[in-house]
């Protein structure tokens, strides 16, 4: 939503100021069909060129999830966090063994379906009962299985970063397509240098339009979309690296209602209830 407004405020600004100031908008609106099937068909074409065919598919999603609101809401952390601390205090109580069903069919598992939220999304389940497996195999040390999550969660921020790059570079060759529709456009006016004063000037400012589009689509489209993708990765992170932090903790010996609070500590201030709110939640279910 923030995504749309902000381009409505951009061109509101920037198309409102020109004709404020008597800007002949009818030259842009005559080049515009031309100028864009010129920059975006070079663009798409070099971006299709640059990227494998898997980065071309997460890009496509990732922009999509650019106009959806964050999914990493306090509700949702708090779900999480009550997830992992019934799944530790049920192995405080009844030893590691007692999760394994939970842990191989976490699909049928009371515990996680308990918390749809959190216990259907397919990458944080997959992430917990990975490491709880191990925790239950009992074959690896902490700094092992920590020295293991970050390897994990470095791949998982590089592999969704892909797709901002993308963009990223999408973004940087749109000013140079820009350019090159406008030069097409001015070898387009030279071929027509007997036309009456009116209409060359009509000719070369359609293809200083191609310029301005270029720029206008780079930094006002594409590079925000690139943050905006970004944002989402770097959120779909800091997710891991709570249960990351919970599941080390409880493993040091941490008693699960501490272990959690460790959790709780790792997520941004915005969406990180407090220990009140937390203690309440996990309570209640």
Same mark, same amino acid.
């Given at each position: ?6 381009? $409505? ?7 409102? $100021? ?161 350019? $090159?529709?406008?030069?097409?456009? $001015? ?99």
């Amino acid at each position: 939503m923030f995504v749309i407004i902000g381009w $409505v405020l951009a061109l509101a600004c920037i198309f409102g $100021v020109f004709i404020a100031h008597g800007g002949n908008i009818s030259v842009v609106l005559h080049a515009l069909p031309f100028e864009m099937t010129t920059i975006f068909g070079a663009a798409i074409g070099g971006m299709l060129a640059t990227n494998p065919p898997k980065v071309m598919k997460a890009t496509m999603k990732g922009l999509g999830e650019c106009f959806k609101g964050s999914k990493y809401t306090k509700a949702r952390y708090m779900e999480l966090l009550a997830l992992l601390y019934d799944i530790l205090q049920k192995a405080r109580k009844e030893g590691l063994m007692s999760i394994e069903k939970d842990v191989e069919d976490p699909h049928s598992s009371p515990l996680f379906q308990k918390y749809p939220t959190v216990g259907n999304d397919h990458h944080v389940a997959e992430f917990i009962t990975d490491y709880l497996r191990m925790m239950v195999s009992g074959n690896l040390n902490a700094h092992e299985i920590e020295s293991l999550m970050d390897a994990e969660i470095d791949t998982h921020h590089h592999e969704a970063f892909l797709a901002v790059q993308a963009i990223q570079r999408l973004a940087g060759g749109l000013p140079a397509f820009g350019i $090159v529709a406008a030069v097409l456009g $001015v070898v387009n006016t030279m071929g027509s240098v007997g036309q009456p004063p009116a209409v060359l000037g009509g000719m070369i400012g359609s293809a200083l339009v191609g310029t301005f589009l270029g720029i206008l689509l780079a930094y006002a489209f594409a590079e925000p979309l690139a943050g905006a993708l970004e944002a989402k990765v770097d959120e779909a992170g800091k997710e891991l690296q709570c249960i990351k932090t919970t599941l080390l903790a409880s493993m040091q010996g941490y008693a699960p209602q501490v272990a959690i609070e460790f959790g709780r500590k790792v997520l941004y201030s915005t969406e990180r209830p407090t220990f009140a709110e937390l203690e309440g939640h996990v309570k209640k279910k």
